[in-house]
């Protein structure tokens, strides 16, 4: 699905035949490829017997097709939640505050996976923190794997730049209007993405090194490195 576009995608869906061609299309054919269709894919699939299939293709596929006035993903929602938070705790000096209850909040989940990474390892750790939970892979597209290493698209810099682009109000001062995002990429970086994965690490017991860019990495430092 690749050499779609997005707008491409749309249409061939609906082409093929609507929640069918997207599943096909998702891969859930794939076994049979070579083979022959085999109806007991369709049968014995655990995802095809779920009773909101339906609502969920609906939602990658409205999804994909919004368009404008940019390019929607699935992690739409919490990026802008996060920014938007982001933005009002850096305007009020507050955002190492907020970090930290972050990460205060999340100590019931932590907790959990530092035992397993006890028992696992720290390729456990890393895991967890990124592609073995349904709000990290969702914000987290493209996760390359590798071991105690992740590396994927930064998440927020084109939100951050549609935010400022057009989420704008009056000035109290000129009465123009202004964009009500005054955050950085780079705070954005600095300030929330490195201060979480350390906190997160910190608190599951491992060490990692973590350079955020066009393509973040995050990597675990085993103890002879550190």
């Known amino acids: 699905m690749s050499d ?6 749309s249409k061939q869906t609906l082409t093929l035949g609507g929640a069918l061609s997207l599943v096909t299309l998702l891969g859930l054919q794939g076994k049979t490829r070579g083979a022959g269709f085999d109806p007991t894919l369709w049968k014995n699939n655990k995802f095809l017997k779920r009773d909101d299939v339906d609502a ?14 940019y390019d929607h993903k699935f992690n739409e929602t919490i990026t802008k939640t996060q920014l938007r938070t982001l933005q009002f705790c850096i305007m009020k000096g507050i955002e190492k505050d907020y970090v930290k209850h972050y990460i205060t909040t999340m100590q019931p989940l932590l907790q959990r996976i530092k035992k397993l990474v006890e028992q696992e390892g720290p390729e456990k750790g890393i895991y967890s923190m990124f592609e ?16 105690n290493e ?5 998440p927020y ?13 009056p000035s109290a001062s000129t009465g123009e209007y202004e964009s009500v995002f ?14 979480v994965w350390t906190g997160f690490a910190e608190s599951i017991g ?15 430092i085993k103890p002879e490195q550190s």
């Open 56 to 69: 969920a293709l609906k939602s990658l596929y409205v999804t994909y097709d919004s368009t404008y006035p």
């Open 132 to 147: 073995g939970t349904s709000c990290s892979y969702q914000l987290y597209e493209r996760i390359n794997i590798k071991e």
């Open 157 to 169: 810099k084109a939100m951050l730049g549609h935010c400022k682009k057009y989420l704008k109000a």
């Open 150 to 154: 992740r590396s994927f698209p930064c």
């Open 4 to 9: 779609l576009s997005r707008r491409t995608f």
């Open 206 to 220: 491992i060490t990692i090194a973590a350079q955020p860019g066009e393509i973040c990495t995050v990597k675990v």
């Open 182 to 195: 005054t955050i950085t990429w780079n705070d954005v970086c600095s300030k929330w993405c490195i201060p």
